[in-house]
């Protein structure tokens, strides 16, 4: 598993690494035109402030790596105490195992669902809503007191629930690339990981991310990204919690909405006085 959330990570960040890179390299070649005067610029920007002028809805499929939450040694030093509420190890039963040694619990690599629904407040600036819905699995392994071979003492399938608000950001402009968008996003929510037998696990998460969006057929985009969730896992055997990392790649498909501006939509009664005034010249 290890080798597994190594790769799956590695390829997180250079998918995220490679979107950054992109868009510095489209500012470089972005320059200003002559006729863009920076008059232009700040009325642009005020009127992003107040107005959505695009709306992005988006949904994906893809892997999460998952991660260690619980890893005890052998004997417990000093510094490894029992919370009071569970003075031995429990599987995701709710039972004691006594003889388990060594305990980790972990959470394996998944398969994730979700969307998301971003409102631009210019060409490159938004607010991001997101949700997904992973499932995987928990692992409890450890070894009897006598032998040191580890084995498998429980396992149990988890719902992993997450809602969250980003701020997202386009990195250049997609005339320069063809349609091609690098972004990056920032984040926070709160998680919900939900255990069949156990009591439920909750915490709030920040996240970070980025990737690509490619233009397929008229206002539909296609999406490849990268996100990485941290946040504290609450343990139901040591007082010390564990903070895990999960990083995810995904797959979409985006529909774009551009909202008209205010000059561009025609008033019925406006058209027919036109009409009207045609037809009288």
């Not at 998944?110 to 997101?130: E, N, V």
């Not at 007191?145 to 629930?161: E, G, K, L, Y």
């Not at 997450?162 to 690098?182: D, H, Q, S, T, V």
């Not at 343990?235 to 010390?240: F, G, H, L, Y």
């Amino acid at each position: 598993m290890m080798r597994t959330k190594l790769n799956l990570a590695v390829v997180t960040l250079t998918l995220i690494a490679m979107s950054v890179v992109a868009g510095v390299a489209g500012a470089q070649v972005d320059m200003p035109e002559a006729d863009e005067s920076m008059e232009g610029a700040r009325e642009d920007l005020g009127a992003g402030l107040f107005q959505i002028v695009r709306i992005e809805l988006a949904l994906f499929g893809g892997l999460m790596s998952g991660d260690d939450y619980l890893n005890l040694p052998d004997i417990l030093n000093e510094d490894l105490t029992f919370d009071t509420g569970a003075v031995e190890i429990v599987d995701f039963s709710g039972q004691s195992q006594t003889e388990l040694r060594a305990p980790l619990k972990y959470i394996e690599d998944g398969k994730t669902l979700g969307g998301t629904a971003t409102f631009y407040l210019g060409p490159k600036f938004g607010m991001q809503l997101s949700g997904s819905w992973t499932t995987a699995s928990a692992v409890l392994t450890g070894h009897p007191r006598n032998n040191p071979q580890r084995f498998v003492a429980d396992r149990t399938d988890i719902d992993i629930i997450a809602f969250g608000g980003n701020i997202i950001y386009n990195l250049g402009k997609e005339r320069k690339w063809r349609g091609l968008r690098p972004f990056v996003n920032l984040g926070f929510g709160g998680v919900l990981n939900k255990f069949p037998k156990v009591d439920d696990v909750g915490a709030v998460f920040f996240q970070y991310g980025g990737g690509f969006s490619y233009p397929v057929y008229r206002n539909f985009r296609v999406e490849l990204g990268a996100n990485w969730k941290l946040y504290t896992f609450d343990t139901d055997e040591v007082a010390r919690d564990s903070t895990v990392q999960f990083p995810a790649l995904t797959f979409g498909f985006a529909w774009r909405y551009d909202v008209p501006e205010d000059d561009d939509v025609i008033v019925p009664d406006e058209a027919a006085s036109d009409a009207e005034a045609d037809l009288g010249g």
